[in-house]
């Protein structure tokens, strides 16, 4: 079974940094896509950083500049360092990849659990 195990996140003032990782677990052959979304109360879920195999990793226009994806393929694990934070950073960050458990079929998105990150003004 696979399983997606988010660690980090938190209370952060206006300013500060904070990092968030995700650690993919189970059977699967490679995980081409691994990122961040977030969901603000009363907002729709929206990408924030977002690294696939062999490509420049992308960021939303809100974070570019700010916020850093990094990918530890051997670990199966992404980080994403939030620096510079604003209060409209508040949200919850939720994990998300595109496993392809076989060569022989097509890729599969998963989702964690979700993390609370919040930027006090």
């Known amino acids: 079974q696979v399983q997606l195990v988010e660690s980090g996140g938190g209370l952060v003032q206006t300013g500060g940094s904070l990092n968030v990782s995700c650690a993919v677990s189970g059977r699967f052959f490679r995980l081409n896509v691994m990122g961040w979304y977030r969901q603000a109360p009363g907002e729709e879920r929206e990408v924030v950083a977002l690294?696939?195999?062999?490509?420049?990793?992308r960021y939303s226009e809100s974070v570019k500049g700010r916020f850093t994806i990094s990918r530890d393929n051997p670990r199966n694990t992404v980080h994403l360092q939030m620096n510079s934070l604003r209060p409209e950073d508040t949200a919850v960050y939720y994990c998300?990849?595109?496993?392809?458990?076989?060569?022989?079929?097509?890729?599969?998105?998963?989702w964690g659990q979700g993390t609370q990150v919040t930027v006090s003004s």
């Open positions: 998300v990849v595109e496993m392809l458990k076989s060569p022989l079929v097509p890729s599969s998105r998963h």
């Open positions: 690294a696939a195999i062999g490509v420049a990793p």
